[in-house]
Every structure is written in C-alpha cells, then in structure tokens.
C-alpha cells in the first residue's frame, strides 16, 4: 500500500476514504440511533435524481446533486414525521421516481457519455483535489453544527417526547439532521456509490453501538472502524485490481459478520458459565 500512494489518484482516494469515514461515523450514528435506515436508503437513490438533473442541464455536479437530494429528503422527513405509519410506503414512491428521473434526464442528454457504474457503485481512484476541499469544507461545517446542537440532538435521539417536553425543538432538530444527511449522502457518493452507501453508514456504528457508552463515543469509534474498512479495502482493490468502493463494503460486510459470530460466541460462553454456576 506504501508504494501505491507514490500516486496522486491513490493519495485522494485515501483522503477522500478517511474523509466519508469520518462523516459517516458521525451521521451513521445518528442514522443508527434515531433508526431511519430506509429513509437515508431513500435520499441516496433519489439523490440520481440530481445526476441526471445536473448533466442535463450541465450544471455543477455538486450543486444539483445536492439541491435535489435536499428537495427529496425534505419531503421524505416531512412524511416519516408526520404520517409515520404510510411513511415506508411513500418514501419507497420518492425513491423509485427520483432514480427514474435522473436515469431519463441522462437518457435524453445530448452526447450521452455518462458512467452509470461510477454513481452507482462510486468512482474513489478520480476523485479530484477540488472536490476533496468540498468535503473537507462541508464536513467540519457539519461536526460544528453538531457538536453545537449534541444535547438536543442527543435528547432527541433517545426519547423525542422527553425531548419536546425540555422545550428542545425536535421538528426542526429532525428536518435540520434530514437535511445534513442528504448532503452527507452526495458527499459519500463518489467514494462507494449509491448502492453501497448505506453500508458505509449502517455497518461501523451497528457494529460499535454495543461497545460505546455514549453518543459521542459511538461517533468516534464507528469513524475509526470505517476508516480502517476503508484502508483495507483500498489495500485490496489495489493490489487485486478490484473495485475500490465495492471491495470497501466487502470488508464492512466481513467485519459486520465478525461481529455477529464474536456476539454468538460470547452469549454461547456467557450461557455456559451461567450453566456451570448454577450446577456447582
């Protein structure tokens, strides 16, 4: 891995990796916690939505991108907060129409010469330094706004209805986190894709949540297990020639599993002594 980041490319996909690992540490947590999984499932598709809107009427990828997924996350928290019960049914419309949107937007440019793969299963090894400074700017913009608001956002993650009564203003708490996670989505895109996202953003903290005492805790060490996902995964794409954003959830989803059978092992273990006490 030493001599690969003699590269320019190698060394932004490296940057980049330890980057989206940081941001999804934090915002996985929080994903986690507040348990609206399928709901950031729902930003990232429709987020191609603003692909498509963005190469068609050759705008700045970013600006699209994220102006859409805004739109699209919005009405997705506007529907989860208020009509719970219809909201997988509606967020799984919004999904479904804004990747059709985006994949007919790409259709209809003229000259057509997009790379579908690299939005959906991400482009890591040609991410520019300009877009490194993006992430960058966008992601100490995002710790600041939560490490402001941890409190609230803490009570809000844990019992919503306490919460409210302590006077913390949960709707706006929930749009505001809704719509950091749509930026968070299109930032993490070119690292691992749209399908893959999710995984980057559910597997370190499912993993961490039961060792971590806390919130923040849990922040910190789901960004250091995505980032040494990412370190391996990039290690082996490298050095097999595989896709980098794929063999970096491979060796997310080996960890998860890992993580599944320690947990067996440990209650199996856990029983037997139990067993072993109560006989002697």
Known sequence: MIEALHFEFMRNALAAGLLASLICGIMGTL???????????????????????????????????????LVAAMLMAA???????????VIGVIWALGMAFGIILIDLTPGYNVDLMSYLFGSILTVPGSDLITMLVLGAVMIVLIVYYYQDILAMSYDSEFARIRGVPVKKLYFGLIGILAVTVVLVIQVVGLILIIALLTIPPFIVEKYAKSLAQMMVASSCLGALFTIIGLWLSYRYNLTSGASIILVSGIGFLLSLLIDKLRYVSGGVKSNTNKNT
Do not use: C, E, Q, W
Request: charged residues 10%.
């Open 31 to 69: 994903v986690v916690v507040n348990r609206i999984v399928f709901l950031s499932g729902g930003i990232a598709h429709a987020a191609y939505g603003g692909i498509g809107l963005s190469f068609y009427f050759k705008l700045p990828y970013l600006l699209g991108t994220v102006g859409f997924s």
């Open 79 to 89: 529907v989860s907060y208020t009509m719970k019960h219809r909201a997988d049914t």
